[in-house]
């Protein structure tokens, strides 16, 4: 059997010279994680503001300790 995959697809988000808060919920949290990471790298405050449907977040934990 053989699947094929195609992505990502999208526009990203641009990283600017700023502490940030971003917002989102179910399948946009992911790339808000490796944004927060970009962020992170450059020294600024990130903060989340998010929803998913179970408790665990496990990304997020790890991003955030």
């Given at each position: 059997d053989e699947i094929?995959?195609?992505g990502p697809?999208?526009?990203g988000f641009q990283v600017v010279d700023e502490d940030v808060l971003l917002i989102?919920?179910?399948v946009g949290v992911p790339p808000l994680l490796q944004t927060a990471?970009?962020?992170k790298k450059i020294g600024k405050i990130?903060?989340?503001v998010i929803?998913?449907?179970r408790r665990q977040c496990y990304g997020c934990r790890r991003?955030?300790?």
């Open positions: 094929s995959l195609f697809c999208g526009n989102g919920g179910g990471k970009e962020y990130v903060g989340f929803q998913v449907k991003l955030l300790i």
